[in-house]
């Protein structure tokens, strides 16, 4: 069958198969009404936001010298993200930090609470969500309830039950 025949496929250059994909980690706000991506800027991954409305892009993030690593939409206006160096020579993956943003710019505040997780960003108060940190004991988490706005959390687990396998909220 000669009308199936090709010619070979040129070889990819090395930079090529080395390059960073132009987005990672794409997800939709809840609303609906943007997408955020992590994207290469000046070396690193940075976060940005589109406006499926508008078209227009806002870049959250303007890092030089680590990278966006991981993000979720909290709130939809909300983006909480984590920050670590994906250059790191040893392969692994160090969260340097996790930062709570503002869509439209007026917050960014960087989280000082060590190893918590989300576990709603549903039910709470309007500005707010649940998050297991372990505050109280380093070994069973409690739910806190975590201001958006502020920072600032509320113990909602008042005597803590030892190891939970898994939280229904």
């Known amino acids: 069958l000669p009308a199936l025949a090709q010619a070979p496929a040129a070889p990819l250059p090395l930079e090529e198969l080395l390059r960073r994909p132009a987005f990672r980690n794409v997800a939709l706000s809840p609303d609906g009404r943007h997408l955020a991506a992590v994207v290469p800027v000046n ?83 309007a500005g707010e969500i649940l998050i297991l940190a372990t505050l109280r004991n380093r070994d069973f988490p409690d739910v806190y309830r975590m201001n958006l706005s502020t920072g600032r959390t509320t113990l909602v687990s008042f005597d803590s039950p030892g190891y939970v396998t898994r939280w229904v909220v």
Do not use: C, H, M
């Open 43 to 125: 070396g690193r991954y940075n976060l940005g936001v589109i406006d499926l409305e508008t078209r227009s892009v806002k870049r959250i993030t303007n890092l030089e010298a680590t990278d966006v690593v991981e993000f979720q939409w909290v709130a939809k206006d909300w983006i909480l993200f984590g920050t670590g160096d994906l250059a790191e020579a040893s392969g692994n993956l160090v969260l340097r930090g996790r930062v709570l943003a503002k869509l439209d710019g007026s917050s960014q505040r960087r989280l000082e609470i060590p190893g918590f997780s989300v576990l709603s960003t549903e039910g709470g108060a």
